[in-house]
């Protein structure tokens, strides 16, 4: 298995914190509102569900069909929630200096069309290196960053140390300098 080697990753300094908290700021909101907002829909529905089984007399939750919906609701907010909590982390992981940095280099930028018709954003980024040799990785960006970034602009590739916080993401982000 290739690991990436880790004296290439340095901890952030404060010009770094400030452009690491901006960026995933930006995009923590791109992912928290519309979590936050389809669990208030869905909590909303189901008041409404409940309300009008309460009108015609029945129970809110006597039927197969009723304890479904509820199932099916405490699902998407978990989800939701999940979302938003591991945003936060990142968050805090880049406060309480638990997240690491490493300078790099756009070599390209790229658009995948996904399964289902989605799409996906890239980039080619060089300076990590993996078992001492240097290579180009892939980093998925969101739409927001795709569109700001360039090639050959330099940026930062970040990862959160697993060792400090075991339920934050594994995988390397991109920020710009």
Not at 73 to 81: G, R, S, W
Not at 116 to 133: C, M, P, Q, T
């Amino acid at each position: 298995m290739r690991t990436l080697r880790t004296n290439t990753w340095n901890k952030l300094n404060e010009k770094q914190k400030a452009s690491a908290l901006l960026w995933t700021k930006q995009e923590t909101a791109l992912k928290i509102i519309p979590a936050a907002a389809s669990i208030a829909v869905f909590f909303v529905l189901y008041a409404v569900y409940a309300i009008s089984r309460i009108v015609n007399g029945k129970s809110v939750i006597g039927d197969r069909s009723s304890i479904i919906i509820l199932l099916m609701l405490v699902v998407i907010v978990l989800f939701c929630l999940s979302l938003i909590l591991t945003e936060i982390r990142k968050i805090i992981a880049i406060r309480s200096d638990k997240a690491m940095i490493t300078d790099v280099v756009i070599v390209s930028k790229e658009i995948r069309r996904g399964h289902r018709s989605s799409i996906h954003y890239y980039v080619k980024v060089n300076g990590l290196f993996e078992d001492n040799k240097p290579v180009e990785k892939y980093i998925s960006i969101s739409k927001n960053l795709y569109s700001v970034v360039n090639a050959n602009e330099k940026g930062y590739a970040i990862r959160f140390d697993p060792a400090d916080n075991g339920k934050l993401p594994d995988k390397i982000g991109y920020i710009p300098k």
